[in-house]
């Protein structure tokens, strides 16, 4: 597709329970980004592959939380045993990182919105 | 870390009044970006503004990275103008992006 896609757009948990977001970025982007959006917040950064490896990941907010990027492309946000303060929209962003020179924007998907009851 | 902070918070605006938005870094950066997003949540790319000023439609920006500032106008501004209006500096490098607590602009009729 032409740009970042985010599924499930929506989802609904009970407290304790597992969930996978998954994110699907521009093709060719090597760089892969997950934020976290709280209401009335800016985006605030979890965790960033540079290929399939974790460059940062110094955002994730405790252990329950873990990414994955096997192949360099799709990434997945795992969360385990999901509390109500986890409840947030999670964006995912993706940028054409080239070291040889400064740019790097990036671009956004329409994020999934997790409600944990 | 790099703090960001965004002025004015909200503004109310006439169709087809003109705005700045300011966005003050506490740092030097190597790039900023601005975003606009809509009410449905997408963050849709404005600019991507290291320096210098770029324009685009009803819309430039500028960014003096010496001065630790980048400004984002809006002219004739219209209904679908409104949303957040974000500005994000990397902390460092090109490493991810520091997000402001935005601009709420609410454009009416």
């Known amino acids: 597709g032409a740009g970042v896609s985010q599924t499930p757009s929506n989802k609904v948990t009970e407290k304790g329970k597992y969930v996978e977001l998954r994110c699907d970025p521009i093709s060719g982007h090597t760089a892969l980004y997950w934020y976290r959006q709280s209401l009335g917040q800016g985006p605030e950064f979890l965790i960033y592959f540079q290929g399939t490896g974790a460059a940062d990941d110094s955002g994730l907010p405790n252990d329950r939380f873990f990414a994955v990027r096997p192949e360099g492309s799709v990434s997945t946000l795992k969360i385990q045993r999901t509390e109500r303060g986890d409840s947030a929209v999670y964006l995912c962003?993706?940028?054409?990182?080239?070291?040889?020179?400064?740019?790097?924007?990036?671009?956004f998907g329409p994020g999934t919105r997790l409600t944990v009851l | 870390g790099i703090q960001v902070e965004q002025s004015p918070p909200d503004l109310i605006l006439q169709e087809g009044a003109n705005s700045t938005l300011r966005c003050n870094f506490s740092?030097?950066?190597?790039?900023l970006q601005w975003f606009h997003q809509n009410p449905w949540g997408q963050l849709i790319n404005l600019f991507y503004i290291p320096s210098g000023t770029k324009q685009n439609g009803r819309l430039s920006a500028t960014t003096v990275a010496t001065e630790r500032y980048s400004l984002l106008y809006i002219s004739s501004s219209q209904t679908t103008d409104s949303g957040v209006y974000f500005c994000?500096?990397?902390?460092?490098?090109?490493?991810?992006?520091?997000f402001g607590k935005g601009t709420r602009l609410s454009v009416i009729a």
């Open positions: 962003a993706s940028s054409l990182m080239v070291r040889s020179s400064d740019y790097n924007e990036q671009f």
């Open positions: 994000a500096p990397p902390e460092w490098g090109n490493t991810p992006l520091v």
């Open positions: 740092d030097s950066v190597n790039n």
